[in-house]
Structure formats: C-alpha cells, structure tokens
C-alpha cells in the first residue's frame, strides 16, 4: 500500500530516499576481546537509532481508494490508474495510488505516476480557465455563446464537441458550457476575449497556482508545463489558445489538479499538499510540517464562489451525474483526453473526474484519473470511483453516541479481538466497560496486543517486541489492523472472504523478504469465538412488607469492581491510524 509514496526500505524511493538521512541511525562500534578464555563483545559505542517519518497519510483512507480504483481498472482492463485524497482545510494527503497494469494481468504500485507523470488533463483544465475569464473581469454566468452543431472551424483546426454527432447543444450560458462539457463553447469564449493578448491568459493560470513547483518530498516530482508566449509569438500559434483552454497544449500532474480543485474547495485558500507532519525520536517530536499557504486567495471571492456553484450543477444535472450521492452534495468536473506521443495523438485516453465533497462544507477533495483505450468517458468510467471513494470515506467519519450502548443495570464485558488495544480501550473507556491497561496507552495511537475477558473486566497486554524482520501474527484481527501492520512492514497483503483473519499463509515469527506477498483467509469465527461474560442476574427484590436485609450477599462483579471506573465522554470514534515510516537502524548494532 502506497510504496511509491512511502518506499520499501533504505534510500529506495519515495519519502524514505527524501529522509533518509534523518532516517537511518548510526552505526554503533565494538569490539571482540579474550576474557577467561572466552571470547566477549565490548561496544565502544552504541548504536543510535534514527528518526522516524510520520506521514498525513491515512491507512483506512489509502484502502478505500486503492481497492476501488483496482476493482475498475480490473472491470476495464485499463493501463493505469490513480487516485489522490486530499483534505480540504490542511493540504493533507490522506491517501495517493499509482496503479500498472502488469504482464501477468495484475495492477500494482510501481511508480508514483501521481505526482511523476504529466499529462494533458483534458476538460477538468477548463474551470481553470473559466476561473481567469472571470477573475479578469471578462466572463460573466450570463454571457452566452452559440456552439451550432458542435463543431467549429479555428485557424484550420476543427474543434469538436462530444455531442457534435447528435446535432450540438445550440445557444449556452457559461454554467451551460461546463455542465455539458462543451470545447467549442470554452475555446470560442477564451479565444475571444484573448486572443490578442495570449500572454494574460498564461499569466491568469500563474496567478491562480496552476504553474506553482509544488515541492512534493517524492524524489522525481514533475513541475507542470505552461508555455507561456514569447513576444515574437515564435514558440505560438493561433490555435494554441483554443486547445489550451480545454486542457491541451499543457501538461500538469494530477497532484497539481487536485490541489487547485482543494483550493476551490477552500474558498479560493490555496494549500501546498502535505505528505509529512513531523519528525520524531524516540516518540518525541522534534520537527514539525506545517500546512503552508501557497495562494491566501488564488481568486477573486466572487468568481470562486460562480465555479464552485457551476461545479456542483456539472455533478447534479451534467456530465458527472454518475457521481452523484444520495447522501450529500458532491461538486466535481469530467475529463476526457487523448494521449499524445512524439509520434501523435494515440489511441489510449486519459478519463479522469476531479472535485471535492461535501459540495455545501467540503471536507476532502478528489481526483481519479484512467489511462485506457477507446471508448473512453470520464463521467462513466471515473466518477463511479469518486462516488465510491467518496460514499465510503464519509462513512468511516460518522460518530456513534457510545453513551446510548451502555448497560449500566448489567454491565457485561465484551470479547476484545486482537490487535490495536489503544483503539480498543477508547471503545471500551466510552461503553464505561471497566479495563486494566498499560500505562501511557492513552498517549499511543497505535499499541499491538491481546486482551482478556473476565467476570472483573478487561485485562490488556501488549505483545513482546517482535524483530522487523519476522512475519508477526495477526490471526485473531480485523482486516484495518492486520493490513496496517503488515505492510507497515513492506508485505504486500491480498485477501480472501470476509471477517477477521483466520489463516495466513506465512507462518508467524519466518522471516520475509520487502514487498512480499501473503495472503490472508477471512472469515466468521462462528463457534470458536469466545463467549462474552455477563454477571449472574440480582435476586429479586424482598415484597414491601419485610425489611430489606443490610447484609444482602454482593454479586461477584460488585466485589471485584475496580475502584475507578471510566468515565463516559460522548461521541467518539475508532482513533485513525497514522503512516509510520520507522527508522532504518541497524538493529543489530545496537547494544
């Protein structure tokens, strides 16, 4: 999961070759030396472990997107795909994947095509130029244009609309013209009011943020490629405006896309995307990332607010209707492009749908991108997955009034399944189940362990140090915990059924190689589950008519209740799961 983005090991790829210098420790130094005809060890100097990486990604987050994006390209036999979660108000990368086809029909993460590859981004490129029309005080939502049949003549080129076969759209409004992803309506309307100054149409997409160097901390980030016009016009043409104002003669990576899509999102507040949060030693933070601020207003409010309202009509009325939830307002644009190589345009398309939900307080913003042949939509192929992605994330963020579960007549304890026992005990701590714990648990987000069910509570324990490079067990987890674990580790994970884990197909404690598969058979527990433990019911109430007898026996739960019991504090939810990059110490030279 994410190993283009995270890496595999020492100074391979991705953010662990951009830190590994705070990464990896320092080797220790010693010495062999005879003593009482045995020869002993001496360290000189220890080992110094080194830092570790704590991403924004989100483990939960990175599975959503990446399954749903696999399962389409499966069902479309597509090249490749990717998909970029980003969160609105900080510029988080909660989730990236670069999916390949492989030659055994397979689709794995081999390159960060996300932020490395650069492609011509097709109509999700045309808010960005309705964006400078209107911030320049050109384009207003009244303004019309008549499209015809769908296909115009410009310079010698024809510029054609999707729709040009079953006659065009006619007379459009500019909300019009993006809802329907109409190119001549785009091209007419940016030709016009540029055509004799090309050069502010180019600075318009600077001023935005379309061209900014991001600074992704992934070793061989592309910058985007703007051409912007010399004043002999020698490196232009006449219908270089046009194509570019429809997402040609440009290229731009998704990262780039989606960040100006957040910053929509973000009332025009736009943010450089964040991959790392801080640097720690020894659990201390010793450095921090914070969000940076790349436009405080990449836009005029006006005109901001204007494309965001277009956007959401493009998902409920337009071409992005297949993204459309019944749950919440999602905003977005289609995109569909073909592929240019140095010897012309080929025969594969790039698909793609880019927008942010929920459309009314935007929490994330999204952009999906397939790379695949004929016949080629964003709207139906690439939507679907943002719908998905979108539908599923908002999911996993609703809260649970924990307060309504619990008993508090006939307190039971509940069987607590292996795995995170810091997320078990927030549980546990809000159903006001009584639980021992280690201490400092409260303070760790991530704490792998077992637990025990008995008449006076839960009893927590945290597993023994495991070495990195030994295959831990995780029979007995649910599926979130088993895959961050594992391929925290650098193990690619592929499962089978539903449930927890019952089998895995390494065996607990072998060694293993990076990037490794196992496979992991999930199931229902059925009869092996374990019975939860309910106290005995009171006896009943002596009649009104005796007295109640002071010396009445206490169950066995009330003797044993511990003498502080959690507090309940409301709303809660299953605590997230950060992307630990761990250090690259040697374990072996440390003392």
Request: aromatic share 8%; hydrophobic share 35%.
């Given at each position: 999961m994410a190993t283009c983005i995270k890496g595999l090991d020492s100074a391979r790829t991705g953010i662990e070759l951009s830190f590994d210098s705070v990464l990896r420790g320092k080797p220790g130094v010693a010495h062999r030396q005879k003593v009482l005809n045995r020869y002993l060890t001496i360290i000189d100097q220890p080992a110094e472990d080194g830092c570790d990486v704590m991403t924004t990604l989100d483990v939960g987050m990175q599975d959503?997107?990446?399954?749903?994006?696999?399962?389409?390209?499966?069902?479309?036999?597509?090249n490749s795909g990717v998909v970029i979660l980003m969160e609105v108000a900080t510029g988080d990368i909660k989730a990236m994947t670069s999916l390949r086809r492989m030659s055994d029909g397979s689709y794995q993460e081999i390159?960060?095509?996300?932020?490395?590859?650069?492609?011509e981004p097709g109509s999700v490129f045309k808010p960005m130029s309705f964006l400078v029309a209107m911030d320049d005080g050109y384009m207003h939502m009244n303004d019309i244009v008549d499209v015809g049949c769908g296909v115009k003549e410009m310079y010698g080129a024809m510029m054609r609309d999707a729709n040009w076969r079953s006659g065009g759209s006619g007379v459009v409004n500019v909300p019009q013209i993006l809802q329907k992803s109409l190119n001549v309506g785009v091209s007419v309307l940016i030709d016009r009011y540029y055509h004799e100054q090309p050069e502010k149409f180019v600075e318009g997409l600077y001023r935005i943020g379309v061209a900014e160097d991001l600074k992704i901390p992934i070793p061989g980030y592309a910058k985007?490629?703007?051409r912007m016009p010399k004043k002999d016009r020698s490196n232009w043409s006449k219908t270089a405006l046009p194509w570019m104002s429809i997402g040609y003669e440009t290229q731009?990576?998704?990262?780039?896309?989606?960040?100006?899509?957040?910053a929509l999102a973000n009332n025009g507040k736009m943010l450089r995307p964040r991959l790392v949060k801080a640097i720690l030693k020894n659990g201390q933070v010793i450095q921090e990332f914070p969000p940076v601020v790349l436009r405080e207003q990449m836009a005029k409010p006006e005109a901001v607010k204007n494309i965001r309202d277009i956007l959401e009509s493009v998902?409920?009325?337009?071409?992005?209707?297949?993204?459309?939830?019944?749950?919440f307002p999602i905003s977005g644009k289609t995109g569909t492009a073909q592929v240019w190589t140095k010897h012309g345009f080929s025969a594969q398309y790039l698909v793609s749908?880019?927008?942010?939900?929920?459309?009314?307080?935007?929490?994330?913003?999204?952009?999906?991108?397939?790379?695949?042949?004929?016949?080629?939509?964003?709207?139906?192929?690439?939507?679907?997955?943002?719908?998905r992605v979108a539908e599923t994330v908002m999911a996993q963020r609703r809260t649970s009034d924990y307060t309504q579960a619990r008993d508090t007549i006939h307190p039971i304890s509940p069987y607590v399944h292996p795995g995170n026992i810091a997320s078990?005990?927030?549980?546990?701590?809000?159903?006001g189940v009584a639980y021992t714990a280690p201490d400092g648990l409260d303070e760790q987000p991530i704490r792998w362990g077992i637990s025990h069910t008995s008449e006076v509570g839960v009893s927590m324990s945290p597993n023994e140090a495991e070495p990195s490079a030994m295959v831990p067990n995780v029979q007995g987890y649910g599926l979130r915990d088993a895959l961050f674990r594992l391929e925290e580790l650098g193990l690619h994970v592929r499962t089978e059924g539903v449930g927890r884990v019952t089998k895995q197909s390494l065996k607990p404690g072998s060694s293993f190689e990076k990037g490794q598969e196992i496979v992991l058979t999930l199931g229902q527990e059925g009869k092996k589950r374990k019975k939860v433990y309910a106290p005995p019911a009171p006896p009943?109430?002596?009649?009104?008519?005796?007295?109640?007898?002071?010396?009445?026996?206490?169950?066995?739960?009330?003797?044993?209740?511990?003498?502080t019991a959690p507090k309940p504090t409301g709303k809660s939810t299953e605590r997230p799961l950060p992307a630990l990059i761990r250090n690259h110490s040697n374990l072996s030279n440390k003392k």
């Open positions: 959503i997107c990446e399954k749903a994006l696999s399962d389409k390209l499966t069902e479309l036999n597509a390159n960060a095509d996300a932020v490395k590859n650069l492609y985007p490629r703007i731009v990576p998704p990262i780039t896309t989606v960040t100006f899509y957040n998902v409920s009325i337009g071409t992005g209707k297949r993204a459309k939830s019944p749950y749908f880019a927008g942010y939900f929920p459309s009314d307080k935007p929490l994330y913003s999204c952009i999906v991108c397939i790379q695949k042949g004929a016949p080629a939509s964003g709207g139906l192929q690439c939507a679907p997955i943002f719908k078990a005990a927030s549980v546990l701590h809000q159903l009943p109430e002596a009649p009104a008519s005796q007295p109640a007898d002071s010396s009445e026996k206490k169950s066995p739960a009330d003797e044993k209740q511990p003498a």
